[in-house]
Structure formats: structure tokens, C-alpha cells
């Protein structure tokens, strides 16, 4: 039995169930029949085995809910564009630099309209939650209002997020989409002033250069100060493609490499995370590791751009923090879910090309997409699985959902049959949806399904 002592809060919920999460030694720990308690505060209070030993030390219990299904922690998607919802699915025909030209950058634009923003920022927020994204880590657009916006909205919603106003002010193909240095500095300022006034219990802002070949030197070197001063988050794009890492290259002769070129503007911290990372070498990712900086792995969209296949193996093996994400626009499906599939597809197909390599097993991809994905956007203190002290940020799961049998895919030398559902089988559903997810909660409180305002 495990518990925190420290506070003497209330006990707000008991579940008794079976908790499926990953710790720092074990891929998947399936802790079957316990007692999980959560505080007033929304922390994961304790967990035991038998109601009898239960430590409730004179607190109040105020909800005992019995579970015949499962939990397993949020999933945490650590690079997505909340901007490009609308238009997930484009990214099939065009290289990234072409795709980024001919689609995203118009769109974006369009965020100057705060209805326009609301509703799309709107949808995201729900449909994310909805596929039991408990955080997110959002790409909004140039728009200090708009992204506010969103940070709004995902407060609302309970969900817990980085929110990004993005800053470029290079943008040769869509000119009236891009800021000057000065205004993108400014704008920033504002931003985050803006955000962190409105006190949100699980929104932060997060330093956002859209990529290297966006932004002038003096716009990184303004960001990584900005990010320094404020100890903030940072977020941006890396080595997506070979064309970029040729183009970043020749705009940027006099950096070692393209990490460089981030790492030398103060860019490359314990708290940035880079999302792509496909053509990263040695060395780079070795600068990686020395400076606690993650790399998002984004295969959906890695694959429909035809970007490149990250070896996640060759990141891990650096032990370099590594995280999943969707990447919706570049990726088409805003579902993690989706993101775990990718991920073991783009394993697969390193080892058909090298018998040799070492494919990620299914556990260690639902570790990415929740401790992992945590650690990278280094927000592990309070959330990534149900260790005692961590916010409650969860998922029951409801494995007979519509595509019941079909839906539970990797098991683990059990039987499902009928109506029965034995714990011990493999409980993320590879080929499930969100019609499995049942409920999702973040720091203790339901988010899903939605309560409907007035
Ligand atoms: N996938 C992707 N890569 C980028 N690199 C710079 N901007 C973007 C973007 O919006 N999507």
C-alpha cells in the first residue's frame, strides 16, 4: 500500500478497479483490484490493495465508485497544431515546405478572426479530450488574441495544455503571414503577461519559434531570452526533412548544426521540446541529452508528408526524452491513439529494413504516449501515471466498447470471452477508438463526457 500523508485534505473519490500505467522501471505495471483514492485537490491519494487496510486517517470520503472496466493515464500529445484542425487530411500530395505554403500558411491566417478561432479551437479542445488527450501541447498561430483564445478554451474544458503563440517573421510564399522581430517580441510579451495573469490552474504558455528557417537569428536570439527570463517552455519544429536541414544549412553557415542553431540562441533547454527530430545525427542528439531537451516523434506525419521515419529506438538509446504526438495537420488523425499505432507501424518498418533492429514493443509505445510523452514536455512532477502525489489525469476504459473483441488486440495469453473481461489482458485497445474511452478525467475532475453550459 502506498500513500501521501502530507496534506489532510479530503478523500473525494475512491475507484476500485484494475490502474494499467507505466512507472520509470516497468513499461506496463497492471495493478488488478485496487483501491485508488483521490483528494479534494485532485491528487492520486493512495492506492491499496484491500478497502480494510485503506488509509483514510480520519479524512472524509465523499465518493466510492466501483469499476468493472479499466484506467490507464492520459495521454499526454506533445506536438499539435490547434490551428490546422480544419484541414487534417491535406497533407497527402505535397512535400512539408510545399504543403506549408499551399495550405497551412493561408489558413492560418485567417486566425485574426476571433469567431473563426473559437469555433475550430473549439472543436479541437473536444475532440482531443474526447480521444483522451489529458495534455496538450498546442501550436496556436501569429495571433496573440487567438492563441489567448485557446488557452481560454482548454481551461474550460479542463484540459490540461501548453499553448503557443507561434512567432516567424520570414515567410517568403504567404507574406501578409509572418510579424517583424520587434512585433513578434512584443506580441510574445504579451502573450504570456496575458496568459499568466489569467492564473489558470493547467495552462501555461510555451515559447513558440515555428521553425529555424521562419525566423530570423535576431527573432530566436528575442525568444530564447524571452524563455529564459520567464523560465518558460519552448516548442518548435527540427530536422522534419532533408530539404529544411539543407535550407537551415545554407541560412545559418556558421552554426554546426541545425541544434545548434536553436542551442545558440538559448533555445535548447531541460524544458523545450522539438517535434520531429527525423534526421538528427549523433551529435545532435547528444547535444540533446546533455541539455534535458525531448523530441516529439510524430509518425502519422512523418509518413503522409513523407518526411522521414524517426528511429525512436536510436532517441531512446540516447537517452534523449521522447514523447508522442499527432501533429494534426502534417498528421490527419488527432487521435493518440492513432499516434501509438504509428509509432509501432514506423518501428516495423525500420525492421523490415534492418532484421536486425530492434522494433519497440507495444508496451514500451504506451509508456511514450503517457509517462513518456510527461517527461518530455517535463510536466512528470503532476501528471504521466497514478504514482501517489500526481494529479488523477485518467481514462477509463471500456474495452466492449462498440468494436468490443475486435478492439482489444494485443493480449496477453488470455481469453476475452462474453461478457467477461479479464484485467490482465493488454488494455489499450490498438484498433479501439474513442468510443472505448469512457470517461477521462484530469486532476480528479471528469472532463468527459462533457457537462453541456447554458
Ligand atoms: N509538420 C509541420 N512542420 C512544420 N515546420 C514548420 N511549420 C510546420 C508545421 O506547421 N507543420
Known amino acids: 500500500m502506498t500513500s501521501s500523508n502530507e496534506s489532510a485534505v479530503d478523500i473525494a473519490h475512491v475507484y476500485r478497479g484494475t490502474f494499467v500505467h507505466s512507472t520509470d522501471h516497468t513499461a506496463v505495471e497492471i495493478l488488478e483490484d485496487r483501491l485508488l483514492g483521490v483528494d479534494t485537490e485532485g491528487k492520486?491519494?493512495?492506492?491499496?490493495?484491500?478497502?480494510?487496510?485503506?488509509?483514510?486517517?480520519?479524512?472524509?470520503?465523499?465518493?466510492?465508485?466501483?469499476?468493472?472496466?479499466?484506467?490507464?493515464?492520459?495521454?499526454?500529445?506533445?506536438?499539435?497544431?490547434?490551428?490546422?484542425?480544419?484541414?487534417a487530411g491535406t497533407a497527402l500530395d505535397l512535400p512539408l515546405l510545399q504543403w506549408l505554403n499551399t495550405y497551412t500558411f493561408p489558413v492560418?491566417?485567417?486566425?485574426?478572426?476571433?469567431?473563426?478561432?473559437?469555433?475550430?479551437?473549439?472543436?479541437?479542445?473536444?475532440?482531443?479530450?474526447?480521444?483522451?488527450?489529458t495534455t496538450a501541447c498546442y501550436f496556436a498561430t501569429?495571433?496573440?488574441?487567438?492563441?489567448?483564445?485557446?488557452?481560454?478554451?482548454?481551461?474550460?474544458?479542463?484540459?490540461?495544455?501548453?499553448?503557443?503563440?507561434?512567432?516567424?517573421?520570414?515567410?517568403?510564399?504567404?507574406?501578409?503571414?509572418?510579424?517583424?522581430?520587434?512585433?513578434?517580441?512584443?506580441?510574445?510579451?504579451r502573450f504570456i503577461s496575458e496568459m499568466l495573469k489569467k492564473k489558470y490552474p493547467l495552462v501555461r504558455p510555451v515559447v513558440t519559434p515555428r521553425f529555424a528557417l521562419s525566423c530570423s537569428a535576431a527573432l530566436l536570439g528575442h525568444l530564447g531570452e524571452i524563455a529564459q527570463n520567464n523560465h518558460l517552455h519552448i516548442q518548435s519544429h527540427i530536422s522534419e526533412t532533408k530539404e529544411e536541414v539543407k535550407l537551415?544549412?545554407?541560412?545559418?553557415?556558421?552554426?554546426?548544426?541545425?541544434?545548434?542553431?536553436?542551442?545558440?540562441?538559448?533555445?535548447?533547454?531541460?524544458?523545450?521540446?522539438?517535434a520531429h527530430g527525423c534526421h538528427l545525427t549523433d551529435e545532435e542528439l547528444k547535444l540533446f541529452r546533455e541539455k534535458g531537451a525531448s523530441v516529439a516523434h510524430c509518425p502519422n506525419s512523418n509518413i503522409s508528408l513523407c518526411s522521414g521515419m524517426l528511429d525512436a529506438r536510436r532517441v531512446l538509446n540516447h537517452k534523449v526524452k521522447l514523447g508522442l504526438g499527432t501533429d494534426v495537420a502534417g498528421g490527419y488523425s488527432p487521435s493518440m491513439l492513432?499516434?501509438?499505432?504509428?509509432?509501432?507501424?514506423?518501428?516495423?518498418?525500420?525492421?523490415?529494413?534492418?532484421?536486425?533492429?530492434?522494433?519497440?514493443?507495444?508496451?514500451?509505445?504506451?509508456?511514450?504516449?503517457?509517462?513518456g510523452g510527461s517527461q518530455a514536455l517535463s510536466l512528470d512532477e503532476h501528471t504521466g501515471n497514478f504514482q501517489v502525489g500526481k494529479d488523477f489525469d485518467a481514462l477509463r476504459v471500456n474495452p466492449r466498447g462498440p468494436k468490443l473483441l475486435r478492439s482489444l488486440g494485443v493480449v496477453k495469453s488470455q481469453v476475452c470471452s462474453g461478457s467477461f473481461f479479464s484485467p490482465s489482458l493488454f488494455p489499450l485497445p490498438p484498433s479501439g477508438d474513442d468510443r472505448n474511452i469512457a470517461e477521462v478525467y484530469v486532476a480528479g475532475k471528469r472532463v468527459v463526457p462533457f457537462v453541456e453550459r447554458p
Open 108 to 133: 492560418e491566417a485567417c486566425y485574426k478572426d476571433l469567431e473563426f478561432a473559437r469555433n475550430v479551437y473549439t472543436h479541437v479542445v473536444k475532440r482531443t479530450l474526447r480521444n483522451g488527450t
Open 142 to 189: 501569429i495571433h496573440t488574441d487567438a492563441s489567448l483564445l485557446l488557452g481560454q478554451i482548454a481551461n474550460d474544458f479542463g484540459q490540461r495544455a501548453l499553448v503557443g503563440k507561434v512567432c516567424m517573421d520570414t515567410n517568403n510564399f504567404v507574406p501578409h503571414y509572418r510579424e517583424t522581430p520587434e512585433e513578434s517580441h512584443d506580441e510574445t510579451n
Open 248 to 274: 537551415v544549412k545554407e541560412l545559418f553557415p556558421d552554426y554546426d548544426s541545425y541544434t545548434d542553431v536553436y542551442h545558440k540562441h538559448n533555445l535548447l533547454t531541460d524544458k523545450t521540446v522539438m
Open 44 to 87: 492520486v491519494y493512495s492506492i491499496c490493495m484491500e478497502w480494510s487496510a485503506y488509509p483514510c486517517e480520519g479524512r472524509r470520503l465523499v465518493h466510492f465508485v466501483v469499476c468493472s472496466e479499466f484506467f490507464m493515464p492520459g495521454m499526454v500529445d506533445t506536438h499539435i497544431h490547434a490551428s490546422q484542425y480544419s484541414y
Open 338 to 371: 492513432d499516434a501509438v499505432r504509428r509509432t509501432l507501424d514506423t518501428s516495423k518498418a525500420l525492421t523490415i529494413q534492418d532484421p536486425q533492429y530492434q522494433t519497440l514493443t507495444f508496451e514500451e509505445v504506451f509508456r511514450l504516449a503517457t509517462l
